[in-house]
Nanobody, 124 residues
Framework: QVQLVESGGGLVQAGGSLRLSCAAS????????MGWFRQAPGKEREFVQA????????YYADSVKGRFTISRDNAKNTVFLQMNSLKPEDTAVYYC?????????????????WGQGTQVTVSS
């Protein structure tokens, strides 16, 4: 049984930082690309960042360029999202996801498994 469990969300003031973690189990973690998506109230789920199985390639949405950084530790089956210079518009539920494919990682349909999400709230 595959499980992706996010943690690290919370309430932070604008300009602050948070580090999200996603612990994976039940799959060969190093064989999967990993992604982070987010969904704000009343909006569709949107792509944030993704990382290849090796960590050698990363992809990001323009809205988080220069502020968010994705990384992974294959020895610990964990993917991270470091979020700096947070803005109120970053408020959302953040989801991690695992994809067997190495392509089209900006699309949610590419992903095979999803976590339950963690809330991030940025106050102004």
């Amino acid at each position: 049984q595959v499980q992706l469990v996010e943690s690290g969300g919370g309430l932070v003031q604008a300009g602050g930082s948070l580090r999200l973690s996603c612990a994976a189990s039940g799959l060969t973690f190093r064989s999967y690309a990993m992604g982070w998506f987010r969904q704000a109230p009343g909006k569709e789920r949107e792509f944030v960042q993704a990382i290849s199985w090796s960590g050698g390639s990363t992809y990001y949405a323009d809205s988080v360029k220069g502020r968010f950084t994705i990384s992974r530790d294959n020895a610990k089956n964990t993917v991270f999202l470091q979020m700096n210079s947070l803005k109120p518009e970053d408020t959302a539920v953040y989801y991690c996801a695992a994809a067997r494919s190495r392509y089209r990682l900006e699309y949610s349909a590419t992903y095979n498994y999803w976590g339950q999400g963690t809330q991030v709230t940025v106050s102004s």
